[in-house]
């Protein structure tokens, strides 16, 4: 039996800035995760205004603007058939009232690499190649097993994703739709890009009817190096084999014209869907079960196993366990 005071489900964003967050309060937490190490495909590459408060709590920022692209250009809007602007928004238009540092741009690995490294001075250990199976709760602990290893801690926080084994393990719904598309993400390396005039980041928009029928991307840069992102659509009638089988450079090249030499830089490439969801707070009630929702993060006071479904809900998250606000019990 492996004890601690939290024991949190997900080595991502969320998961390890949460363990950041609760260990400076000094709480002992271990972190677990199905994964065999950081994955760094192409995820999360964007942190806005709105959650740099997090970082800068957790002790991070300064480290994640020196590793990161802070934004300079802004957000254009850009029309796929000859790249002209139609919209842009200056980077500093949505900062938070208190704080007025612009977005940073930094891939969602590297953003991780960095909480690593500060968990290592709180002695939190990240454990790789555990997967939830279940859990329980016996009086005020909550009892989770994972690879046949059982977990003892007063709280367990859910960071595990958008098909979180946390959510279901307990009845919580996430109600919500998944849009008809996939997203292809591909990350390439073209030196001359920014002779094109673009932003940092900009949506290249394709008005047609149907959804099927656009050539509409997400084009931005991944962090102060070389490597941007190509977030494109495609309708979801294509399997995840079929999409990695479609040719990716032809659709770059349609969307970033005049890309010499773009086929051989070619850097890594995922699928991913689009969802519209939310925790609504609607759980099952069971004997002695208490249900709470908190601005969009779902807990289960009686088991005292929270659901965490985005980087906002952590920061309140956090500071209500840090605070004693979740008790057991109550």
């Known amino acids: 039996m492996t004890e601690c005071d939290i024991l949190i489900i997900g080595a991502g964003p969320v998961g390890t800035l949460s363990a950041l967050l609760l260990a400076k309060q000094g709480r002992r937490v271990i972190i ?6 950081i994955i760094n495909s192409p995820r999360a590459i964007v942190y806005l205004p709105q959650s740099l408060g997090s970082l800068k709590a957790a002790g991070i920022l300064d480290d994640v603007c020196a590793a990161g692209l802070v934004m300079k250009t802004g957000v254009g809007w850009r029309h796929v058939s000859d790249h002209k602007l139609v919209a842009h928004i200056d980077p500093f238009a949505l900062h938070a009232d208190d704080n007025p540092q612009p977005a940073i741009l930094l891939g969602q690995h590297l953003l991780i690499n960095i909480i690593a490294k500060h968990l290592q001075n709180y002695g939190v250990e990240i454990r790789y190649n555990h997967t939830f199976q279940n859990l329980r709760q016996e009086n005020n602990k909550v009892i989770v097993m994972a690879n046949d290893t059982e977990f003892t801690s007063s709280f367990v926080i859910g960071a595990d994703g958008s098909r979180s084994a946390v959510r279901k ?24 890009i920014k002779t094109t005039g673009f932003n940092e980041a900009q949506f290249i928009m394709d008005p047609q009817e149907k959804v099927e029928d656009a050539n509409f991307a997400v084009i931005l840069q991944t962090g102060s190096g070389d490597v941007w992102r190509c977030a494109y659509g495609d309708a979801d009638k294509f399997s ?21 030499g773009l086929a051989s830089s070619y850097a890594r490439r995922d699928i991913y869907g689009e969802q519209q969801r939310y925790n609504s707070g609607k759980l099952s009630q069971q004997r002695e079960q208490q249900a709470r929702n908190a601005d969009g993060s779902n807990d289960h006071t009686g088991r005292n196993a929270i659901a965490v479904t985005g980087q906002n809900d952590n920061d309140d998250l956090y500071r209500k366990i840090a605070q004693g606000e979740y008790t057991h019990g109550k």
């Open 32 to 37: 677990i995760d199905r994964e065999p190490a």
């Open 240 to 260: 995840d084999e079929e999409l990695k089988a479609l040719p990716h450079t032809t659709r770059l090249h349609g969307l970033v014209q005049s890309l010499s």
């Open 169 to 192: 393990a307990l009845g919580i719904e996430f109600e919500g739709f998944t849009h008809p598309l996939n997203f292809m993400a591909v990350n390439f390396r073209y030196a001359k």
